[in-house]
């Protein structure tokens, strides 16, 4: 699905009030609605003390609608505070305000410079500002934010933390209210997808407030976000009568003396994932541990690579293979096939960039931040980081999968898909090398090279989150490898 900025957002609104039609009112309703639906699962003790902080915009307009339709729902300890920090409000926040005087909800007002009293309340909700800044907060704002987060209360932000640009770049130096949940509407900010927004956001969940759908899709933006939808759209069902031949030869070039886990856990993940036949390339101190641990993989010495090169569909090479800068460079001689190449391998082309002139087409890189920054340069931002990688994608006609708690998978045409699953349970050792071994099995099954990351990104993670939903505080990337026939069978879905 799109994912759109902040302006296109207030475009879909516009458009939903005048072809729906519904009065902008009746929309903002909607939404508090919506999140008061999201909120009560959340937070279910109705003796909860919430404290509703709005400003005097459509963001604070939605807080005084939710304000209301809480108490409606039998929550009775709610105290909202109107900050009158700006020069104007909206109309419908007045309409809302005149609503709030027919309940029994407490009102108290602030103007600039007032003092702000303590806060005891268990919850407090942030409808400050939303999504429309685009500057630092400063002053009485930066005054309040910074008061909010020096209580224990959980903090629930409406649409956007305060402080928080909803898209562009997110600076070190800007100061946002630290919301435990958000609860967006409609879409995903896109700032929420990048690690700064984790000074501002722990969680967040969507709702639905009835926006055109298909008008949303059809504004232009490079971001979308993958969903279980699209999995089920690119899966190809295995058919009667087909074989081990019609699901291609992975070829995994891996592993060293002191790493050949690495190389295990890639093999493991192509053969779970679905390649006809799976071989490695691994140093001959390996052979006992791989035929041990995966039996149904076959052994490709190293010295045989040149002349059977031809019988393997797609080519994986990195995970734990070391400083093999020779080796390394001969796979990028032989005739191009797809290629995913990772870890130790990205380093070695950081050190000798002319070997970047030589990446086939179609090739997939996996680097984490610190390969990246190795590859293209220190980078400052995430946003700049992202820049680079589109950029490079388009020049080099690759692919390249930057992996981040929301992996970004950016297209050679400059188009970046983003990854949401996945957990913190995952962040252990060997969970890249899954990820290669998985990349380089579909690229042998024959998915191109857009959809073989876009399947291994989302089922990589999925598994993960089965495995996480059964308790499993820790992830470790071998019972991982076992997850990923169920995360295939289900399509990305929860049995």
Same mark, same amino acid.
């Given at each position: 699905?799109?994912?759109?900025?902040?302006?296109?957002?207030?475009?879909?609104?516009?458009?939903?009030?005048?072809t729906?039609?519904?009065?902008?009112?009746?929309?903002?309703?909607?939404?508090?609605?919506?999140?008061?639906?999201?909120?009560?699962?959340?937070?279910?003790?109705?003796n909860?003390?919430?404290?509703?902080?709005c400003?005097?915009?459509?963001n604070?307009?939605?807080?005084?609608?939710?304000?209301?339709?809480?108490?409606?729902?039998?929550?009775?300890?709610?105290?909202?505070?109107?900050?009158?920090f700006?020069?104007?409000?909206?109309?419908?926040?007045?309409?809302?305000?005149?609503?709030?005087?027919?309940?029994?909800?407490?009102?108290?007002?602030?103007?600039?410079?007032?003092?702000?009293?303590?806060?005891?309340?268990?919850?407090?909700?942030?409808?400050?500002?939303?999504?429309?800044?685009?500057?630092?907060?400063?002053?009485?704002?930066?005054?309040?934010?910074?008061?909010?987060?020096?209580?224990?209360g959980?903090?629930?932000?409406?649409?956007?933390?305060?402080?928080?640009?909803?898209?562009?770049?997110?600076?070190?130096?800007?100061y946002?209210?630290?919301? #435990?949940?958000?609860i967006?509407?409609?879409?995903?900010?896109?700032?929420?997808?990048? @690690?700064?927004?984790?000074?501002?956001?722990?969680?967040?969940?969507?709702?639905?407030?009835?926006?055109?759908?298909?008008?949303?899709?059809?504004?232009?933006?490079?971001f979308?976000?993958?969903?279980?939808?699209?999995?089920?759209?690119?899966?190809?069902?295995?058919?009667?009568?087909?074989?081990?031949?019609?699901?291609?030869?992975a070829?995994?070039?891996?592993?060293?003396?002191?790493?050949?886990?690495?190389?295990?856990?890639?093999?493991?993940?192509?053969?779970?994932?679905?390649?006809?036949?799976?071989?490695?390339?691994?140093?001959?101190?390996?052979?006992?541990?791989?035929?041990?641990?995966?039996?149904?993989?076959?052994?490709?010495?190293?010295?045989?690579?040149?002349?059977?090169?031809?019988?393997?569909?797609?080519?994986?090479?990195?995970?734990g293979?070391?400083?093999?800068?020779?080796?390394?460079?001969?796979?990028?001689?032989?005739?191009?096939?797809?290629?995913?190449?990772?870890?130790?391998?990205?380093?070695?082309?950081a050190?000798? @960039?002319?070997?970047?002139?030589?990446?086939?087409?179609?090739?997939?890189?996996?680097?984490h931040?610190?390969?990246?920054?190795?590859?293209?340069?220190? #980078?400052?931002?995430?946003?700049?980081?992202?820049?680079?990688?589109?950029?490079?994608?388009?020049?080099? #006609?690759?692919?390249?999968?930057?992996?981040?708690?929301?992996?970004?998978?950016?297209?050679?045409?400059?188009?970046?898909?983003?990854?949401?699953?996945?957990n913190? =349970?995952?962040?252990?050792?060997?969970?890249?090398?899954?990820?290669?071994?998985?990349?380089?099995?579909?690229?042998?099954?024959?998915?191109? @090279?857009?959809?073989?990351?876009?399947?291994?990104?989302?089922l990589?993670?999925? =598994?993960?989150?089965?495995?996480?939903?059964?308790?499993?505080?820790?992830?470790p990337?071998?019972?991982?490898?076992?997850?990923?026939?169920?995360?295939?069978?289900?399509?990305?879905?929860?049995?």
């Amino acid at each position: 699905m799109n994912i759109i900025t902040a302006a296109q957002t207030k475009d879909a609104d516009r458009h939903t009030i005048e072809t729906e039609p519904i009065a902008s009112v009746d929309l903002m309703e909607r939404a508090a609605n919506a999140f008061v639906t999201a909120f009560i699962p959340l937070y279910p003790d109705s003796n909860t003390s919430i404290l509703i902080c709005c400003g005097t915009g459509n963001n604070g307009g939605d807080g005084l609608a939710i304000a209301r339709l809480l108490q409606a729902h039998g929550y009775d300890a709610i105290t909202v505070w109107v900050v009158r920090f700006a020069n104007s409000e909206r109309d419908d926040f007045t309409a809302n305000f005149a609503r709030l005087h027919n309940t029994p909800i407490r009102i108290t007002e602030f103007f600039p410079g007032d003092k702000l009293p303590d806060i005891d309340q268990t919850v407090i909700i942030d409808a400050l500002l939303g999504s429309g800044l685009n500057k630092p907060l400063t002053g009485d704002w930066l005054r309040l934010v910074k008061h909010i987060n020096g209580v224990p209360g959980r903090k629930v932000a409406v649409d956007v933390p305060t402080g928080l640009r909803a898209d562009g770049i997110i600076p070190d130096t800007e100061y946002a209210l630290y919301a #435990h949940d958000v609860i967006s509407f409609q879409r995903p900010k896109l700032s929420f997808f990048f @690690p700064e927004s984790a000074k501002a956001i722990e969680r967040f969940h969507v709702v639905d407030i009835g926006l055109d759908e298909s008008y949303i899709e059809r504004l232009p933006t490079d971001f979308r976000l993958i969903t279980r939808d699209d999995i089920q759209r690119i899966y190809r069902n295995r058919l009667p009568f087909s074989h081990k031949g019609t699901y291609g030869h992975a070829l995994l070039i891996a592993g060293n003396t002191r790493t050949m886990g690495a190389a295990l856990l890639c093999c493991g993940a192509s053969v779970y994932s679905g390649a006809g036949l799976t071989s490695a390339c691994i140093p001959p101190a390996g052979l006992a541990a791989l035929n041990t641990c995966h039996p149904e993989v076959m052994y490709c010495p190293e010295e045989d690579l040149a002349e059977i090169w031809g019988t393997f569909d797609a080519v994986g090479i990195g995970p734990g293979l070391g400083q093999r800068e020779k080796l390394l460079t001969a796979c990028l001689g032989y005739s191009a096939k797809p290629m995913v190449i990772d870890a130790d391998a990205i380093t070695l082309l950081a050190r000798e @960039p002319s070997l970047m002139e030589k990446l086939p087409t179609p090739c997939i890189l996996t680097p984490h931040m610190k390969e990246f920054d190795r590859l293209f340069g220190a #980078h400052s931002s995430w946003w700049d980081r992202l820049r680079t990688a589109r950029e490079q994608a388009e020049a080099r #006609h690759i692919v390249l999968v930057l992996k981040n708690r929301y992996t970004f998978i950016v297209m050679p045409d400059g188009s970046v898909y983003i990854n949401p699953t996945g957990n913190p =349970a995952m962040a252990s050792g060997g969970m890249g090398d899954v990820l290669t071994g998985m990349l380089t099995s579909f690229l042998a099954q024959g998915y191109p @090279p857009q959809e073989a990351a876009i399947l291994a990104c989302y089922l990589h993670g999925t =598994a993960g989150d089965q495995l996480a939903a059964k308790g499993m505080a820790v992830v470790p990337a071998g019972k991982l490898i076992r997850m990923i026939p169920l995360a295939i069978g289900n399509r990305g879905g929860f049995s």
